[in-house]
């Protein structure tokens, strides 16, 4: 059975992001797959220190940190996962500040030790995951691709995580009103993401 797992940087639980990824996991569902959404507000994710002592040690597997909090938990599901969705509200151009910081923690996925120049490494070019990537925001979508981080971000954390990007879900123009639904378009377009993660 296919497991996709959705990692959820919003702070609105039924808000814009929330339905776009409640849509492409019950096509998933549908589809006979098992699924699990995390939100990051629920979790206890420390701030990555810039130590560095995770990325000392060479090979595949992700370095250790020395924070004793919820991170070695969610990489487990990672790891375990076919498949990911990684979704975050644009919030001053990029990911949120709560999928900020679960993505600085990311750096144990790189070698990268003290004394050699040079970018970090990443530890393996496998890519055998799929992942969705979902963003928002009030602006247009296509100025949300042009003049944000977000998408680009979300794309390589796929990269990091052992993902290769199948399908992306730039919604633009919402944020009007207080309690919006998800237009119809992205609804076809959430559930087409959905339909791709299990095929
Ligand atoms: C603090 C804050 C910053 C925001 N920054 C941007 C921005 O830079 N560009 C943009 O188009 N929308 C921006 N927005 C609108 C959000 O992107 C939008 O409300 C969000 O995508 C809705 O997702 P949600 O329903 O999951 O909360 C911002 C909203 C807030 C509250």
Known sequence: MIKILAIVGTYRKGGIIDSAVDEILSVVEE??????????????????TNCRKCTQSEGEHY??????DDMEEILQKIENADGLVLASPVNFYNVTAV???FIERLVCFAYWPWGKAGAPKLRSKIRSKKAVIVTATAMPAIMQQLFTGAPRILKSIAKL?????????????IAVNERETLPEKYVQKARKAGQRLTV
């Open 63 to 68: 370095g250790r940190c020395f924070h004793n």
């Open 161 to 173: 995580l052992g993902a290769k990007k199948i399908d992306s879900l730039i919604i633009g123009m």
């Open 99 to 101: 999928m900020r910081r």
């Open 31 to 48: 589809n006979g797959g098992q699924t699990e959404k995390i939100y990051l507000i629920d979790k206890h994710i420390e701030f990555c």
